[in-house]
């Protein structure tokens, strides 16, 4: 990297990155189909009242556990059917989208924010700051993450806020880790050097000069992260840690609905499929994120 | 070589006590009274609940208990189980040979299948085969594995009647335990049909387990592959006209393999993770699913010392990964 | 363990099963939790006694099955003197002790026995008190054993004389109960001659129905017919444990075959069993209480009018429907209708949202918002508490009153509901120990009991009801205690410190071709009379 390019500006460098990625992400086509499904999910998360038929907790005592309204004994009205105390399974698939939704952005920016800061501390600092805070990432990662957040949230107690907050200290040392590893490679940099020489506060070189030039792995691992939090919060809803009912969380749901296995096969079904479109499509979208900002994968 | 063996051991130390400090405070900090749940409905009186707790030590102070436990396990002493008064140890290793016969059928099954599908995808890259592989890879990777334990129960078991609902062998067998692992005991036993009831009841447990690692392993055989058949010798091996399948078998994957077996190495730490799933779904008596009812029955020892079981265990898999790569290659070594 | 010796134990086990008729009878039962142990006097789950009191062992008077009567066990008969304070049992002759491969008994039962396996529970320096090291008595402790058991007297090799400190009319019924099973005390000093103390609880040598075999943890527990067991020998020769926690996984191995016998199926899935052409259901009401308990020092559920009102509010038979799927009753009195002294003349709150209303606001409460506790766990009386508060919040809203759930972990709950000044009502409940009302509303409602480290989550103390339960206590006469606790649930209904939620139905599933089983009003699962046809 030569001063060249520190001297174009910052503005023509942003739009030509954004055109390249989207060169490159537009030829994956499964990165684009898992892209306009999440866009669907986002849009169905945020305008969730106007599309849901009823209200995600609105008991029809008459209507106890109806099938979808293609099977035998479906209702007009129930789409989906109901579940054990006649609440409208559409209407709670169509909410649970905005838990999972939320719970993989918030898990993100936490473990996300907490990870650059831990990492840039680390990596720019060396010496004893760098070896205590990686001891404390490899203990952290010793433990398999879901045992762990379990732990955690029997810590804090069972419900959505502590199982996100559990899920996010579970993850955050992979970004710590990332973001001390590029830290590392660009520190002795030329273009960190000059920016030190020119007068550059160590603040402002880690936020402004370094952090810019090691976003491309942390956006990767945080598409991963995303989908790896839906899926181990349903988890965490499945064993009776994560939010709690009458919340229609998915993965509380299933748990919920467990006990009708063999008798309502909807009420187990249809939670779990809405859980696996939605991670496929953002691990869809993840790939495609990662061929087109991975320059090392993009030549093969 | 030794050398580098040891600088590993002796960098696994502080984490080791780091392990130990989480374990224990984490699990002591949990809310909940352990003789409080002893007693149920029923409730308990505050001189009998003093009293209890005195006994079982929980009225000491915090730090104290803490150096009581380090001092217990420096003579590999976990403590007894609050719930059923026996050594946590001497329950860990009867239950460790089941998550360990379902993590490494788990494993055989994700490796033997993941790698050559990997292989095979890199080498016909863009072909319907590497396609479908991959959608399908990616579908594994996105499984809620809970649920997709529930599906195969439901369809298999269920509605086919192929396979067992839950437990290790069917009770008709009946042999004691020798090396706990029930497909070789069921052979050792030489009672006919066993080890295929042993067999027949692996198969759903380790599928589900085997999801993740399939598609995690067969995604990186893959982009490994790629990357090494892009490399120089490679292409200079083809050049100079060496037949494909040569090419592949022993330049290509010999040196993609590395990268493979890291990723082998650290799915350990997502076997535990679904294990603890799996277990709890098909009632498998492993260790997961012993974690799980622990916590929920605040049995603090049996909770601190899986953890520290459990971590450690992962710790000593990640050592002995770096060290096969250390083996595989000699530049890591001599870093 | 050595390796060598494992497999000298495996050829050696494997030349016995080999032995073993061909045609030997088994019997599966897919039992639901792991027992915590085989000696069962240390613990409390129903699940554990299942597994050790009840098939390997024998207490001095037994239930007779199918009710919560109390009959002749170990011993044969007794005495009670006239001031009800001492207890003579005549022990039965010629009950031979299980063996094992490192006991071989020399001697029949008798009153040594006796006098270990109480004396072991009672005294803190009895040898064998702390044979596993931390471990307590619960059952012994909370059955009030220690107060009132002044001592236990051998007066020859066949005759025990308890004495009492005050005369209690359940003690029979209490001696009946798993904790009071009889071990063997040669067994006892064989094994602490052996430095094997601990093996008492994980290798039971009992008098009952069956001799343990092997148990593999949280997999299976097996056990053989005793062949010299003193009663009416077992139908079947082998009994096996599957342990499987999940309800569905449990029906699935039912009907896959996998076992033929199981407890506590999901609500959700009875309907379906009844239908299944190769099983059958059998099913009586529990031997519990769900309730919903007010803080009766809290304004203005102080005010019994108010709490009366409240319970006019509640739709219960919706509870029923959503919760248990139908598999309970609407409760109107404290205590289930399969127990003696059950006041079936009481007429219960009527379902009436206008009525509630109007009576709220003539107590000039308006506005009101509360808290309900859901319980973080099922139990046997309430299996989704969180449903359940779900429909109470929904049916309070009707009558303009607020209803704020909150839950804790389930030891924080048990604690946090039974604090002084507790905000808001309770759901919880109960399930019988040993079908005695007094272990009803004695140890749920009584003055004593809403003091710390009571069960009194009302908080309710009605001198009135109280001397009731107190003067039954000490009455002999079943008829005339069966009069006082009438009376006493006269008293609860008109004060109304609960809202009596359900009793839940208890259903066995099983396969068609099994006979014999007798349903246990105290959820007991015993197999000695169960028999396979083909």
């Given at each position: ?35 306009w499904v999440f866009l669907a999910l986002v849009l169905i998360a945020v305008f969730a009242q106007v599309v849901a038929p009823h209200d995600p907790t609105a008991q029809f005592r008459d209507a106890l556990l109806v099938p979808p309204i293609w099977q035998e004994g479906g209702k007009s009205g129930f789409l989906l059917g109901t579940d054990a105390v006649g609440r409208n399974m559409l209407s709670r698939l169509i909410y649970g989208a905005q838990y999972s939704l939320f719970i993989g952005v918030v898990v993100v920016a936490i473990a996300l924010i907490g990870g650059i800061f831990v990492g840039l501390l680390a990596g720019f600092f ?175 | ?74 003579h590999g002493d976990l403590g007894n189980s609050l719930v059923t008064k026996k050594p946590v140890m001497a329950e860990f290793l009867t239950l460790f040979p089941a998550t360990v016969e379902l993590g490494l059928v788990a494993i055989i099954i994700a490796t033997a299948i993941g790698v050559p599908v990997g292989v095979l995808a890199a080498i016909k890259r863009g072909s319907w085969f590497d396609q479908v592989s991959m959608t399908a890879a990616l579908v594994g990777f996105s499984m809620p594995i809970f649920w997709w334990g529930l599906l195969l129960i439901i369809f298999f078991s269920g509605i086919l009647g192929w396979t067992p ?171 | ?439 009803f509303m004695g140890v749920l409602l009584s003055c004593a009991s809403a003091q710390p480290g009571g069960a009194n989550r009302a908080f309710w103390c009605n001198q009135e009801f109280s001397d009731l339960l107190s003067k039954a206590k000490q009455t002999a006469d079943v008829a005339e205690r069966t009069k006082l606790y009438e009376q006493a649930q006269v008293i609860f209904k008109d004060q109304a410190p609960w809202a009596t939620l359900d009793h839940s139905t208890q259903y066995v599933p099983m396969a068609k071709n099994v006979t014999g089983f007798v349903m246990s009003p105290l959820g007991d699962y015993t197999f000695d009379t ?5």
């Amino acid at each position: 990297m030569s001063d060249a390019t520190v001297k174009l500006s910052d503005a023509a460098i942003r739009r030509q990155m954004l055109a390249d990625f989207w060169f490159y992400f537009r030829q994956n086509r499964g990165a684009v189909v898992g892209m306009w499904v999440f866009l669907a999910l986002v849009l169905i998360a945020v305008f969730a009242q106007v599309v849901a038929p009823h209200d995600p907790t609105a008991q029809f005592r008459d209507a106890l556990l109806v099938p979808p309204i293609w099977q035998e004994g479906g209702k007009s009205g129930f789409l989906l059917g109901t579940d054990a105390v006649g609440r409208n399974m559409l209407s709670r698939l169509i909410y649970g989208a905005q838990y999972s939704l939320f719970i993989g952005v918030v898990v993100v920016a936490i473990a996300l924010i907490g990870g650059i800061f831990v990492g840039l501390l680390a990596g720019f600092f060396g010496g004893w700051v760098d070896t205590v805070i990686m001891r404390v990432m490899d203990v952290i990662l010793a433990f398999p993450s879901l045992l762990l957040a379990l732990v955690l949230v029997a810590v804090l107690g069972p419900g959505l806020t502590n199982a996100m907050i559990a899920i996010a200290i579970v993850y955050q040392p992979h970004f710590a880790r990332l973001t001390r590893a590029a830290v590392m490679g660009e520190k002795e940099r030329e273009y960190v050097t000059a920016a030190r020489v020119a007068g550059a506060g160590t603040m402002r070189l880690m936020f402004k000069t370094i952090l810019p030039n090691c976003l491309a792995p942390l956006i990767v691992q945080a598409t991963l992260s995303f989908s790896s939090a839906v899926l181990d919060s349903a988890a965490l809803g499945f064993l009776g840690m994560g939010a709690q009912p009458p919340s229609s969380e998915w993965g509380t749901m299933l748990a919920e609905a467990r006990e009708f296995i063999l008798r309502a096969w909807w009420v187990v079904t249809l939670p779990g499929l809405a859980i696996l479109i939605s991670v496929l499509a953002i691990n869809l979208m993840g790939d495609g994120l990662r061929d087109a900002l991975d320059p090392k994968l993009k030549r093969s | 070589m030794i050398r580098f063996i040891l600088g590993k051991l002796l960098y696994l130390v502080p984490t080791f006590v780091g392990i130990t400090i989480i374990a224990f405070g984490f699990v002591r900090i949990l809310p909940g009274d352990p003789v409080l749940l002893m007693a149920g409905e029923r409730g308990i009186s505050p001189e009998r609940h003093a009293a209890l707790s005195a006994q079982l030590g929980f009225d000491q102070p915090i730090w104290l208990q803490y150096l009581q436990f380090l001092g217990r396990l420096f003579h590999g002493d976990l403590g007894n189980s609050l719930v059923t008064k026996k050594p946590v140890m001497a329950e860990f290793l009867t239950l460790f040979p089941a998550t360990v016969e379902l993590g490494l059928v788990a494993i055989i099954i994700a490796t033997a299948i993941g790698v050559p599908v990997g292989v095979l995808a890199a080498i016909k890259r863009g072909s319907w085969f590497d396609q479908v592989s991959m959608t399908a890879a990616l579908v594994g990777f996105s499984m809620p594995i809970f649920w997709w334990g529930l599906l195969l129960i439901i369809f298999f078991s269920g509605i086919l009647g192929w396979t067992p609902v839950s437990g290790r062998i069917s009770l008709i067998y009946f042999f004691p335990d020798v090396t706990g692992f029930m497909l070789i005991d069921s052979i050792i036993s030489g009672q006919k049909g066993a080890f295929t009831s042993a067999l027949s009841h692996l198969i759903l447990p380790s599928v589900v387990l085997a999801t993740i690692p399939l598609a995690v392993i067969a995604r990186q055989t893959r982009s490994a592959m790629l990357e090494v058949m892009g490399e120089d010798y490679v292409r200079t091996a083809r050049a100079k006209g060496m037949p494909p399948s040569r090419v592949v078998g022993v330049h290509a994957l010999r040196n993609a393999m590395i990268p493979v077996i890291t990723t082998i190495g650290l799915q350990i730490g997502v076997l535990m993770a679904g294990a603890i799933l799996t277990e709890t779904i098909f009632s498998w008596p492993g260790i997961g699913k012993w974690m799980i009812d622990s916590i929920s029955r605040r049995d603090y020892p049996v909770v601190q010392s899986g953890l520290l079981l459990i971590a450690g265990l992962v710790m000593l898999v990640n050592l002995l990964v770096d060290l096969t790569y250390g083996l595989i290659n000699p530049r890591i070594r001599h870093k | 363990m050595t390796m060598l010796t494992r497999i000298l134990i495996a050829a050696s086990a494997l030349a016995m099963t080999s032995a073993m008729p061909a045609l030997a009878k088994t019997f599966v039962y897919c039992s639901e939790a792991s027992p915590e142990g085989f000696d069962p006097a240390p613990y409390t789950a129903g699940g554990t006694f299942d597994a050790s009191a009840h098939p390997i062992y024998n207490r001095l008077a037994e239930f007779k099955k199918g009710t919560t009567e109390v009959e002749p066990g170990l011993a044969e008969s007794w005495d009670v003197s006239a001031d009800g304070l001492e207890y003579t049992f005549k022990l039965r002759q010629g009950v031979k002790w299980q063996s094992n491969e490192k006991f071989t008994p020399t001697r029949d039962f008798n009153a040594d026995d006796v006098i270990f396996s109480f004396m072991r529970q009672a005294s803190a320096d009895h040898p064998w008190n702390q044979y596993i090291a931390g471990i307590t008595y619960e059952y012994y402790n909370s059955m009030e054993m220690p107060s009132l058991i002044k001592e236990v007297v051998k007066v020859d090799d066949y005759t025990v004389k308890f004495v009492l400190t005050r005369p209690e009319a359940p003690f029979l019924a209490n001696i009946s109960m798993p904790f009071a099973s009889i071990v063997s005390a040669e067994y006892a000093s064989v094994l602490e001659a052996a430095g094997t103390k601990e093996d008492l609880n994980n290798l039971p040598i009992g008098t009952g129905p069956f001799k343990f075999v092997a148990y593999q943890k949280d997999a299976v527990i097996r056990y053989v017919k005793n062949p010299d067991y003193w009663g009416e020998a077992p139908k079947i020769d082998d009994l096996v444990f599957a342990i499987t926690p999940d309800a569905a996984v449990r029906l699935q191995k039912l009907k896959a075959g996998e076992c033929q016998l199981m407890p506590f199926p999901a609500p959700a899935d009875i309907a379906a069993i009844k239908e299944d052409p190769n099983l059958k259901v059998d099913e009586q009401a529990g031997l519990n209480v769900g309730y919903l308990a007010y803080n009766t020092t809290q304004a203005p559920f102080d005010n019994p009018k108010v709490r009366k009102a409240l319970n006019m509010a509640m739709n219960k038979q919706a509870i029923i429907d959503a919760v248990f799927q139908g598999a309970g009753q609407v409760a109107k009195n404290p205590i289930p209708p399969t127990m003696w002294s059950y006041n079936d003349a009481i007429v219960d709150d009527v379902y009436d949202p206008v009525a509630a209303k109007a009576a709220l606001e003539a107590e000039g409460v308006k506005d009101l918002s509360m808290k309900v506790w859901a319980m973080p766990v099922q139990r046997p009386y309430m299996p989704n508490a969180r449903r359940t508060a779900e429909l109470i919040q929904e049916d309070f809203a009707k009558v303009g009153v607020t209803v704020e759930i909150v839950s804790y972990e389930w030891g924080e709950y048990l604690d946090k509901s039974m604090e002084a000044g507790r905000d808001g009502a309770v759901i919880l409940g109960w399930t019988g120990d040993n079908g005695d009302p007094d272990n009803f509303m004695g140890v749920l409602l009584s003055c004593a009991s809403a003091q710390p480290g009571g069960a009194n989550r009302a908080f309710w103390c009605n001198q009135e009801f109280s001397d009731l339960l107190s003067k039954a206590k000490q009455t002999a006469d079943v008829a005339e205690r069966t009069k006082l606790y009438e009376q006493a649930q006269v008293i609860f209904k008109d004060q109304a410190p609960w809202a009596t939620l359900d009793h839940s139905t208890q259903y066995v599933p099983m396969a068609k071709n099994v006979t014999g089983f007798v349903m246990s009003p105290l959820g007991d699962y015993t197999f000695d009379t169960v028999d396979l046809t083909e």
